[in-house]
């Protein structure tokens, strides 16, 4: 079982809200990333957590809060964003970093008003 | 500075023929590469790897090669079939944990 899940599927806020995003694996991977992929753009990398631990912030806006609770969920906080953060935010497992093959979830598409 | 490179963002192919999807790479310090696949609004799925001991993976419909002196990789899908209509991603680890991405080829099979 490769799966890794997120939710919600779809969201809409506006620049004042403040939501989740969250990600869950069961593989036993112990590191966990987030992504942001614009339309006709390839994922782009915006947190590294290993073993629990922020291992890489790719200097991304402190408006973007992640999270790792457990070696299994991975949550990406969001409180005024701008209509440009508009996009697929994806979750990825790996058993190990470098070559450790990265298995994506679905993705949430966030829309900002 | 793109250190992985797909020169060709779309590609059409007529169902049952062979799909070559090409990648471009200027760093030779990559030893292991991987195709991931695409459909809309959904996450990449990963589909084949390869590392740089090798010039060939196969696994079912899908072969990758790889020319470590042209540092130049492809992915062949033969035969290809309308479910293969996505786009194609290659990508390498830099490090730990990064992956250098492509930018990307739209594959249209038709039926």
């Known amino acids: 079982d490769t799966e890794v899940t997120q939710t919600p599927k779809h969201l809409v806020m506006g620049m004042t809200n403040k939501k989740s995003l969250k990600c869950e694996q069961h593989?036993?991977?112990?590191?966990m990333y987030w992504y942001k992929q614009k339309a006709k753009k390839p994922p782009e990398l915006m947190f590294v957590y290993s073993y629990e631990k922020l291992s890489i912030n790719e200097s991304v806006p402190s408006r973007f809060s992640p999270e790792c609770p457990n070696s299994s969920l991975l949550n990406l906080h969001l409180h005024a964003l701008q209509p440009e953060d508009s996009a697929l935010y994806l979750c990825?497992?790996?058993?190990?970093?470098?070559?450790?093959?990265?298995?994506f979830g679905p993705g949430t598409r966030l829309t900002v008003l | 500075d793109q250190q992985v490179k797909q020169n060709s963002p779309s590609l059409s192919v007529q169902e049952g023929r062979i799909s070559i999807l090409n990648c471009d790479y200027t760093n030779s310090m990559f030893d292991y590469f991987l195709w991931y696949k695409k459909y809309p609004a959904e996450g990449p799925t990963f589909l084949i790897s390869?590392?740089?001991?090798?010039d060939k993976n196969e696994d079912g419909r899908f072969t990758v090669f790889l020319n470590k002196s042209a540092k130049h990789l492809s992915l062949h899908i033969v035969p290809s079939q309308p479910g293969d209509s996505a786009v194609y991603f290659c990508?390498?680890?830099?490090?730990?944990?990064?992956?250098?991405f492509g930018t990307g080829t739209r594959l249209k099979v038709l039926a």
């Open positions: 390869i590392s740089s001991i090798k």
């Open positions: 593989m036993g991977h112990r590191a």
């Open positions: 990508a390498a680890p830099r490090g730990t944990y990064k992956y250098i």
């Open positions: 990825a497992s790996s058993q190990e970093g470098g070559r450790g093959t990265q298995y």
